[in-house]
C-alpha cells in the first residue's frame, strides 16, 4: 500500500510540476532565451513564471540579479503575444524595488498605457505607477488624467487606484486630479464608482467640508457599488464622530438616515456595514439602535458561516457598551453555542458570558460545560477568560464559578490553558476574600496532580503568601509538605519556601514546620538543602524583624536594572559598597486589557517590561547619565501641546534620586519646515538646578525625535512640588516638502510655547506592594522612623470608594491587602498603602476615612526622613 | 477602519492539501513582512483549517476566510475589525475566476499547468491591498487570453498554425 501511494505521488507531482525543485541560479540562466529574436512566447511565458514563481516562493534576488533579469525582460517587448506582455507587466511590477534604473522601460509602458489594445493599457498604466516618482510624473500627467476619464472600465479603475498608491509620495500632483476623479464617480462601471470615492476621499480628506458636501451629495444620489456604498458608511460615521452629534439628534441627521437606509440595502455586505456602524456609534440611543439589532439577529441564523461570525462578533465587541440591546439577542446567540464553528460558538458563548444576568449564571455554566469537553485548548482560554470576567461583575456567584473552573482543571490541557485557569483562580482570590478558602484548597487539590512544574510552583508561592492569614493555616501544610516528599527539586525548593512563610507568620505552627524543615535539610538537592538551611537559621533566631525582612517581605529588585547597577558599580569606584536599597523594585507590569477577545493568538507575546526598564535601556545613551545613579520611576507621558498642533511634544520625567531628567518627545507635523537644534527651556522654580541641555540637532517633517533637560532637585524633599514653564526653541529651515531637503543654509530663530508642567509627590514614589502591611507597619514603630499625622476635611468628594482612588492617585502608592475596595455601605475605612519615595526612603501611609457630610480623613505618615512624611501630609491638604 | 479605507485585503493565498504555499502575496508591510513571518502564518492558519470547512476565521489579528477544493486551498486576508462580508466577496471572486479559467476543474495540477494566468488573475483581482475587481467573468475577460474553446488534441495544431504564421511574419520583416 504503502510503495502504491508512492508511486501515485510521484506520479502526480513528477513529471507535470514544472515549478517543483526550481534552482533560482539555472533560472535566471534561461533568461537568455529572451534575448532571442524572433521571440518564442511560450517558452517565455514559461521562463517568466517561473521566475515570478520563485519570487513568491521567498526567494531573494539581489540587486544585481534583479537588474540583469529586468533588462532581459526589456527585450520581450518585442512580442506582440498577449499573455506574454502582461507577464513582463507583472514581471516589471515585482522586480521594480529590486533592479536599478527600472525608469528605462518608461517610454515602453507610456506607449502601451497610450495605444490602442485595451487588454495592454490598464496594465501598462499600474506597472507604469509602481516605477514612477515624483518627478517622472509630470511627464506622464497628461495621460493619466486621460486614462481616469477612459471609457474603458479597466483603464479607469487602473488609473485611479494607481492614482491613489501614488497619492502617498506625490500627493500635491494628485491633487491636480480631482475634476477627472469626480467625473468618474459618475460612471455606470461599479468598481469605477468606487475607486472614484476612494481617490475623491483620499484628495480631499484633510478639507473636512468638502468630504461633507462629498457626502450629502452622494447619500441623496444612489451609487450602485455595495463597495462604494460601504465606504460612503465608513465616512459618514467618521463624520459623525467628528461632529459628535447627540443622541437626540442623531435621528434627524442626514447622515444617519442615510446609514439607517443602507439596513435595507439589496447587498447583505452594505447591510451589515451599516448595522456595524450603527452598534458601534459613540452617541446612539436604544431606539435608534434596534433596527441594527434586528439585522444582526438575523444573521445570527444565516446559513452562511461568515454572516453568523460577523454577526456574533459585532455583538461580542458591543456587549459591554449596550448590553441590555445584545440581551433582547441571547436566544439566538445560545443557539449558536452548539455552532460547527468554532470561532462562532466561543464568541456566542463569551457574548452570553459578558450580558449574562446574575440569575442566569447557573444555567449558562451548565451549558458551557458541555460544550467545553469539545472545543481546542485556544478557545477553551478564550471562554476561561470570560468567566474572569463574569467573577468580578458577579462576586457573589463565585461558588459556581470557581466550582466549574476546579472542574476544568481537572480536566486534560495544555499548559497555557491550565495557566489560563490558574490565573483566573488567582485573581479571584485576590478581588474576592470570600473566595480565598475554597480557590486554596482547589489549588490544593490541584497541585496534588500537577504535571505542570511552573504552575506548581506559582501555586506555592500562592500558598505561602495567603495560607498563614486563612482561617486554618495547619490544613495546608499537609500539601505542601507532599510536595517536598515528591516533586522535583523546583518544586521542592518553592515548596520550603512556602513552608517558611507559615513558620514566620504563624507561632503556633512554629514548632512543627522547624522539623519539616529540619528534615529537608536532607535533601539531594542543593537548592533546596540551601533554603532549609537559610530559613531554619532565621526562624531558629526568634527575632521577629528578621522574619518581616528576610522571610515575608522578600522585595524583588527589578532584574534589568539590577544588572544595570551592577554593570555601573563594577565600571565605578570599587571602594564604595554596592548599595542594593538604590535599585528600583520589580514593579507589577499590568497586562494590557483588550476588550477585544479575538483569540487564537500563537504569536508569542513580547515580554513584559516596566517603563522604567524600557527608559532606562534608552537614557543609557546620554552621556554622564551614569552620575546620576540608577533610575527610580519613569512617570507616564503627559501631552504638552494639543493635538494637533504645528508641533507636538510630550513629556516623560524620568525620577532619580537626586535628579530629573525631563525626555521631551517632539514631532514636527509641517512638512515645508525643516528644524535644527529643537531644545526645552525650562523656567526652573525656586531650589530647583539647571544641570544639562541634550538639544536634538534635526527634526524634520512627520519625524519623532527627543530632547532631554536634566535637572537637579532641590536639597529639601519639601520644596520639590513645583511648576516648570516651558517653551520650545528652535532653528527653523523652509523645505521643499517633497523631498524634505532644506533650500538654504540660512534659518531662523523661533519658539513655541509648551503647557506648564509639574512635579508632584506622586512623581516621585514608586509604589510597592506590602505582603502584610501590618507587620511593616508595627515595625515601623522605632527609633528611625518618624511620623507625621494630620486631620481634613475632603469637601469635594461624596463618597468613600472615590476618596480612596483619590488619596492612592494623588500620592501615587500602592495600597496592602485590598484595601483600595470599600465595601458598600460602610461609613468608615481604612487604606493602608506603602511606596518608595526617590532615594529609598520607605513610606507607609494609614488613612482613616469616615463619612458624614463629606470625607474626614485622618492621615498617619510614617517614613525615615522627616521631611518626605511631611510632603506627604502636606500633598493632601 | 482608521486610515487608508481602500487598503482592504492584508494577503491572499492558494496552498495545496499539503499545506505548501502555491501562490501568496501580502500587501501590508506591516503585516507579515518577513517570509519567516508568513511560513509560519501560513502553516498556523492551515493547521487550523484544513480539518474543518467552515469560511472563516481569526488567527493572529487576522480575519481569515477561506474556501476548499479537491487538493487546494484559497484563503483571503483581512485586518482584525473589517467587513467580513466584503473578504468574502473577494474570496469568491479569487475561487470563481479560477473555476472559469480552470474550466470548473480546480486542482492543482491544473493550476500550476495555468499558472501564469492564475497570476494574472491575481494581480486583476487586488492591486496592492485595493480591490480592483470582484467580479470573476470580467476578471476573467481580462487575463484568459488563450486561444479558447479549442480541443486540446487540436489545440496543439493551431498552436503550431500560429507559430509558423509569425515565424512567417518574421522572415518576411527582416
Redesign the interface.
Known amino acids: 500500500m504503502g510503495s502504491f501511494r508512492r508511486e501515485k505521488d510521484e506520479e502526480e507531482d513528477g513529471p507535470t510540476n514544472a515549478y517543483q525543485n526550481l534552482e533560482k541560479t539555472s533560472v535566471l540562466q534561461e533568461t537568455r532565451t529572451f534575448n532571442e529574436t524572433p521571440v518564442n512566447a511560450r517558452k517565455c511565458i514559461h521562463i517568466l513564471t517561473k521566475i515570478l514563481y520563485l519570487i513568491n516562493q521567498g526567494e531573494q534576488l539581489v540587486a544585481r540579479e534583479a537588474t540583469d533579469c529586468f533588462f532581459a525582460m526589456t527585450k520581450l517587448f518585442q512580442s506582440k503575444d498577449v499573455v506574454l506582455r502582461r507577464m513582463v507587466y507583472l514581471g516589471i511590477k515585482e522586480l521594480s524595488s529590486i533592479a536599478e534604473d527600472v525608469i528605462i522601460v518608461t517610454s515602453s509602458l507610456t506607449k502601451d498605457m497610450t495605444g490602442k489594445e485595451d487588454l495592454y493599457r490598464a496594465a501598462a498604466i499600474r506597472a507604469l505607477c509602481s516605477i514612477t516618482d515624483h518627478t517622472m510624473l509630470q511627464a506622464v500627467e497628461r495621460y493619466m488624467k486621460q486614462c481616469i476619464v477612459d471609457k474603458n472600465a479597466a483603464v479607469s479603475c487602473a488609473a485611479l487606484v494607481s492614482s491613489l498608491r501614488l497619492a502617498n509620495t506625490a500627493g500635491d500632483v494628485v491633487k491636480r486630479w480631482a475634476n477627472e476623479a469626480q467625473e468618474a464617480l459618475n460612471s455606470d462601471n461599479i468598481m469605477v464608482q468606487y475607486h472614484a470615492l476612494g481617490l475623491l476621499y483620499h484628495i480631499r480628506k484633510a478639507d473636512r467640508l468638502a468630504v461633507s458636501k462629498l457626502v450629502n451629495k452622494l447619500t441623496r444620489g444612489s451609487l450602485k457599488s455595495p463597495y462604494a456604498v460601504c465606504m460612503l458608511i465608513r465616512i459618514a460615521c467618521k463624520l459623525i464622530e467628528e461632529e459628535d452629534i447627540p443622541a437626540e439628534e442623531l435621528a434627524d441627521s442626514p447622515l444617519y438616515t442615510f446609514i439607517e437606509s443602507c439596513l435595507r440595502h439589496k447587498s447583505e455586505m452594505v447591510i451589515y456595514e451599516a448595522a456595524h456602524a450603527i452598534v458601534n456609534m459613540k452617541n446612539v440611543n436604544p431606539r435608534l439602535l434596534s433596527p441594527a439589532f434586528s439585522i444582526l439577529q438575523l444573521f445570527c441564523s444565516s446559513v452562511k458561516a461568515t454572516l453568523r461570525f460577523a454577526a456574533v462578533r459585532t455583538l461580542n465587541k458591543v456587549a459591554m457598551t449596550h448590553p441590555a440591546a445584545v440581551t433582547t439577542c441571547n436566544l439566538d446567540l445560545e443557539g449558536l453555542i452548539t455552532d460547527t464553528n468554532r470561532s462562532v460558538a466561543t464568541l456566542a458563548i463569551t457574548t452570553l458570558l459578558k450580558t449574562g444576568a446574575e440569575s442566569s449564571v447557573e444555567r449558562l455554566m451548565k451549558q458551557i460545560s458541555t460544550f467545553v469537553a469539545e472545543i481546542s485548548d485556544e478557545f477553551k482560554v478564550v471562554v476561561v477568560h470570560a468567566i474572569c470576567a463574569l467573577c468580578a461583575k458577579y462576586p457573589r456567584k463565585h461558588t459556581v464559578l470557581m466550582n466549574f473552573l476546579s472542574g476544568m482543571l481537572r480536566e486534560e490541557g495544555g499548559l497555557e490553558y491550565k495557566t489560563s485557569i490558574v490565573d483566573t483562580i488567582i485573581t479571584i482570590i485576590e478581588e474576592n476574600v470570600d473566595a480565598k478558602e475554597s480557590g486554596l484548597s482547589h489549588l490544593c487539590e490541584f497541585i496534588e496532580d500537577c504535571e505542570h512544574v511552573s504552575l506548581a510552583v506559582r501555586i506555592l508561592h500562592l500558598l505561602g503568601k495567603e495560607g498563614p492569614f486563612a482561617a486554618t493555616p495547619s490544613k495546608y501544610i499537609r500539601f505542601i509538605y507532599n510536595r517536598v516528599i515528591l516533586e522535583s527539586p523546583i518544586v521542592r525548593a518553592a515548596a520550603v519556601t512556602a513552608l517558611a512563610q507559615f513558620g514566620a507568620s504563624c507561632p503556633a505552627l512554629l514548632a512543627n514546620i522547624l522539623v519539616l524543615l529540619g528534615r529537608c535539610q536532607m535533601d539531594l538537592d542543593d537548592e533546596v538543602r540551601d533554603r532549609a538551611t537559610y530559613y531554619l537559621t532565621i526562624l531558629n533566631s526568634a527575632k521577629p524583624e528578621l522574619y518581616k525582612n528576610y522571610i515575608i517581605e522578600r522585595e524583588n529588585c527589578s532584574l534589568a536594572l539590577l544588572e544595570k547597577a551592577l554593570t555601573d558599580h563594577l565600571n565605578g569606584d570599587l571602594q564604595n559598597h554596592f548599595d542594593i536599597s538604590i535599585v528600583p523594585k520589580a514593579a507589577i507590569v499590568k497586562p494590557e486589557i483588550t476588550n477585544d477577545v479575538m483569540m487564537v493568538t500563537s504569536a508569542p507575546r513580547a515580554p513584559k517590561i516596566t517603563r522604567e526598564e524600557e527608559s532606562a535601556a534608552r537614557l543609557a545613551q546620554l552621556p554622564g547619565i551614569q552620575v546620576l545613579g540608577p533610575i527610580h520611576r519613569s512617570t507616564a507621558p503627559i501631552q504638552l501641546t494639543e493635538s494637533e498642533t504645528e508641533y507636538t511634544v510630550q513629556c516623560i520625567k524620568h525620577i532619580f534620586a537626586q535628579h530629573v531628567v525631563f525626555q521631551f518627545d517632539c514631532l514636527n507635523t509641517l512638512a515645508e519646515q525643516f528644524l535644527e537644534n529643537v531644545r526645552v527651556e525650562l523656567t526652573l522654580p525656586e531650589g530647583y538646578t539647571a544641570r544639562a541641555v541634550i538639544p536634538c540637532p534635526k527634526l524634520a517633517y512627520n519625524e519623532l525625535q527627543t530632547t532631554f533637560v536634566i535637572v537637579e532637585f532641590p536639597p529639601d524633599a519639601s520644596s520639590s512640588i513645583a511648576t516648570f514653564g516651558a517653551t520650545l526653541r528652535f532653528v527653523v529651515k523652509d523645505c521643499d516638502p517633497n523631498t524634505g531637503e532644506p533650500d538654504s543654509d540660512e534659518g531662523y530663530d523661533d519658539e513655541y510655547m509648551l503647557e506648564d508642567l509639574d512635579i508632584t509627590v506622586a512623581d516621585q514614589i514608586q509604589k510597592t506592594k506590602k505582603n502584610n502591611f501590618q507587620v511593616a507597619w508595627d515595625a515601623a514603630d522605632s527609633e528611625e522612623w518618624l511620623q507625621a499625622e494630620d486631620t481634613f476635611v475632603l469637601s469635594a468628594v461624596n463618597n468613600l470608594q472615590d476618596a480612596v482612588n483619590t488619596i492612592i492617585k494623588l500620592l501615587g502608592l500602592g495600597a496592602a491587602n485590598l484595601s483600595e475596595k470599600v465595601h458598600e455601605g460602610t461609613h468608615l475605612h481604612t487604606v493602608l498603602c506603602s511606596g518608595t519615595f526617590r532615594g529609598g526612603v520607605e513610606v507607609l501611609v494609614r488613612a482613616k476615612l469616615a463619612l458624614s457630610e463629606g470625607v474626614t480623613l485622618n492621615l498617619t505618615v510614617r517614613s525615615t526622613d522627616q521631611d518626605v512624611a511631611e510632603l506627604i501630609t502636606a500633598a493632601i491638604g | 477602519?482608521?486610515g487608508?479605507?481602500?487598503d482592504i485585503i492584508k494577503g491572499m493565498c492558494i496552498m495545496d492539501n499539503d499545506g505548501n504555499?502555491i501562490?501568496?502575496?501580502y500587501y501590508d508591510k506591516n503585516i507579515l513582512s518577513t517570509?519567516k513571518e508568513?511560513?509560519a502564518f501560513e502553516k498556523?492558519l492551515f493547521n487550523?483549517t484544513h480539518r474543518?470547512n467552515?469560511?472563516?476565521?481569526?488567527?493572529?489579528?487576522l480575519t481569515c476566510?477561506y474556501k476548499s477544493n479537491v487538493d487546494l486551498f484559497f484563503y483571503v486576508m483581512g485586518n482584525?475589525y473589517e467587513?467580513?462580508?466584503?473578504l468574502?466577496?473577494v474570496l469568491n471572486c479569487l475561487y470563481d475566476s479560477i473555476s472559469l479559467i480552470l474550466k470548473k476543474n480546480v486542482e492543482k495540477?491544473l493550476v500550476?499547468?495555468n499558472?501564469?494566468?492564475i497570476?494574472?488573475a491575481f494581480?486583476e483581482i487586488c492591486?496592492?491591498g485595493?480591490?480592483?475587481?470582484?467580479?470573476p467573468s470580467?476578471v476573467v475577460k481580462?487575463?484568459d487570453?488563450?486561444n479558447d474553446d479549442i480541443p486540446i488534441a487540436e489545440q496543439t495544431v493551431a498552436?503550431v498554425l500560429q507559430?509558423a504564421r509569425?515565424?512567417l511574419k518574421?522572415s518576411i520583416l527582416k
Do not use: C, P
Not at chain 2, 467552515?54 to 489579528?61: A, S
Open positions: 477602519m482608521d487608508f479605507m481602500m504555499r501562490l501568496a502575496k517570509l508568513q511560513k498556523n487550523k474543518s467552515t469560511e472563516i476565521i481569526m488567527l493572529d489579528g476566510v482584525a467587513n467580513e462580508l466584503i468574502l466577496s495540477r500550476l499547468d499558472l501564469e494566468i497570476m494574472l494581480d492591486d496592492g485595493m480591490i480592483l475587481d470582484a467580479d470580467s481580462r487575463v487570453l488563450r498552436q507559430s509569425e515565424q518574421w
